[in-house]
């Protein structure tokens, strides 16, 4: 649901839902706390809470596999081609830690619209 827009989707929900929701089941936060403070729990401490301990192994096996996959298909890139610049979006949003994987999956797929729908319009219009 977080790839539509909100042009599209005008109540759509927040991505922050389900930082709230962890907040509220833990104990952490009541409900009416919950809606004006926010936690970064991050991805390991999210896929723990929710899928227990094996999931953290999960997760990392899975994060290592997709970004050795994205390497290893742009090796060979430059660093200002669209496989350049997307390796080094993955690295930049490595370097994010502290959101949820709904926040984060929504914000490197808005980025990557945001930076490779007008890579690829300047690309055909100078072809």
């Given amino acids: 649901p977080q790839v539509f827009p909100r042009f599209i989707w005008p109540g759509k929900p927040?991505?922050?839902d389900?930082?709230?929701i962890l907040?509220?089941?833990?104990?952490?936060?009541?409900a009416?706390?919950?809606e004006t403070t926010s936690i970064g729990y991050?991805?390991?401490a999210e896929a723990y809470v929710n899928f227990g301990f094996i999931s953290t192994g999960i997760l990392g096996?899975?994060?290592g596999w997709l970004l050795r996959r994205a390497a290893l298909v742009t090796a060979d890139c430059s660093t200002l081609s669209a496989g350049g610049i997307f390796r080094i979006l993955c690295l930049a949003w490595c370097l994010n830690t502290e959101?949820?994987?709904a926040v984060w999956l929504s914000s490197f797929y808005q980025a990557c619209v945001a930076i490779f729908v007008p890579l690829f319009f300047l690309q055909s219009l100078f072809k």
């Fill in 18 to 20: 389900s930082v709230k």
């Fill in 99 to 101: 959101t949820t994987l």
């Fill in 61 to 63: 096996f899975l994060l």
């Fill in 23 to 30: 907040s509220v089941n833990l104990g952490i936060l009541s």
């Fill in 42 to 44: 991050g991805l390991i």
């Fill in 14 to 16: 927040s991505p922050n």
């Fill in 32 to 34: 009416e706390q919950a």
